[in-house]
């Protein structure tokens, strides 16, 4: 009976510690993720679309190190405050990233082409203004995932010189980042094989024709148009540093499309980081942890060397 009693004690104890273990690493997880310190500052208007206001929030943290991330807000081309997420930023905040969540007005309501000239002028307004936040204007990223990963690449692809002879002062500014990091982006809108959007040979994605607007009711208007849009083709060796995170079970943006664009990315001798998620499709609830990797990414080519 004594015997009894105390393996029952010790049953007691043992399980007694191991929730108290448990408990602590959920105490860890909710700080770590849902208390990160920063100051926002909300609703800054970085251009116009059709006389409506384009904006971005800024998330400062209490020590800066002195360089910005450009956040996509963007998921189907569709963009929102509410779709902010401050605890998806925690791994930035905690190591000093001041982050620009930039959104864009959501398609059919504007063309994906004009949500996308409108992405990349956030970028010249954060350049222009990234004093004011304490940030490098030479140290910046950009990351997203699926639309906001495909609108990522396209600032990673076409960022460039600013027209000194612009009128507006945003303009004058580059649109250049120094590196990037996205999930499941779409890459080539051409090339659709394979995922539950693709139509045929030379349509649009299936449930965006009207967000790409007129230009997509004809295939060769399309083929000029999504051949503009797709990332893919505007790889050039001056392309910043890229990091894509893609799972292999992707039938919405599948696998293929970032299997090629890191192929030619590497052909043009791109540094680009590469990683699939075995049995994983577009999303999936473990990818908080990723983004711990998208900040070592930027620690790596955004921070001075020590």
């Given at each position: 009976?004594k015997?009894?009693?105390?393996?029952m004690?010790?049953?007691?104890i043992?399980?007694g510690?191991?929730?108290?273990?448990?408990?602590?690493?959920a105490?860890?997880?909710?700080?770590?993720?849902?208390?990160?310190?920063?100051?926002?500052?909300?609703?800054?208007q970085?251009?116009t679309?059709?006389?409506?206001?384009?904006?971005?929030d800024?998330?400062?943290?209490p020590?800066?190190?002195?360089?910005?991330?450009?956040?996509?807000?963007?998921?189907?081309?569709?963009?929102?405050?509410?779709?902010?997420?401050?605890?998806?930023?925690?791994?930035f905040?905690?190591?000093?990233?001041?982050?620009?969540?930039?959104?864009?007005?959501?398609?059919?309501?504007c063309?994906?082409g004009?949500?996308?000239?409108?992405?990349?002028?956030?970028?010249?307004?954060?350049?222009?203004?990234a004093?004011?936040?304490g940030?490098?204007?030479n140290?910046?990223?950009v990351?997203?995932g699926s639309?906001?990963?495909h609108?990522?690449l396209?600032?990673?692809?076409?960022?460039?010189?600013?027209?000194?002879n612009?009128?507006?002062?945003?303009?004058?500014?580059?649109?250049?980042?120094?590196?990037v990091?996205?999930?499941?982006?779409?890459?080539?809108?051409l090339?659709?094989k394979?995922?539950?959007e693709?139509?045929?040979?030379?349509?649009p994605?299936?449930?965006?024709?009207?967000?790409?607007?007129p230009?997509?009711?004809?295939?060769?208007?399309?083929k000029?148009l999504g051949?503009?849009?797709?990332?893919?083709?505007?790889?050039?060796p001056?392309?910043p540093?890229?990091l894509?995170?893609?799972?292999d079970?992707?039938?919405?943006v599948?696998?293929?499309?970032?299997?090629?664009?890191?192929?030619?990315?590497?052909?043009?001798?791109?540094?680009?980081?590469?990683?699939?998620?075995?049995?994983?499709g577009?999303?999936w609830?473990?990818?908080v942890f990723?983004?711990i990797?998208f900040?070592?990414?930027?620690d790596?080519?955004?921070m001075?060397?020590?």
């Open positions: 009976m015997k009894k009693r105390s393996l004690m010790r049953l007691l043992w399980s510690l191991g929730l108290i273990v448990v408990a602590a690493v105490a860890a997880f909710y700080w770590y993720w849902f208390q990160a310190p920063f100051q926002l500052t909300a609703d800054i970085y251009g679309r059709d006389n409506k206001p384009l904006m971005l800024v998330f400062q943290p020590n800066s190190n002195g360089a910005g991330v450009v956040f996509m807000v963007s998921g189907g081309w569709k963009s929102g405050p509410g779709s902010v997420r401050p605890f998806m930023l925690a791994p905040l905690r190591r000093g990233y001041t982050v620009f969540a930039v959104r864009h007005i959501s398609q059919p309501e063309t994906i004009d949500l996308t000239a409108d992405v990349i002028r956030s970028v010249r307004f954060v350049r222009l203004h004093k004011e936040y940030v490098d204007s140290r910046l990223g990351i997203g639309s906001g990963g609108l990522s396209m600032i990673g692809t076409t960022g460039g010189p600013g027209d000194p612009a009128s507006d002062e945003v303009e004058r500014e580059s649109s250049a980042v120094q590196c990091a996205c999930f499941y982006p779409p890459t080539d809108l090339n659709l394979g995922s539950t693709f139509v045929g040979e030379d349509e994605p299936r449930s965006f024709k009207k967000g790409f607007g230009l997509a009711e004809s295939k060769d208007t399309w000029v051949r503009e849009l797709s990332p893919i083709y505007h790889i050039t001056q392309m540093p890229t894509i995170v893609h799972g079970a992707d039938t919405l599948p696998v293929d499309q970032s299997e090629r664009f890191v192929a030619e990315a590497k052909s043009q001798g791109c540094k680009i980081h590469f990683e699939t998620r075995p049995g994983k577009h999303g609830p473990t990818m990723d983004i990797k900040a070592d990414w930027f790596e080519h955004l001075p060397a020590k």
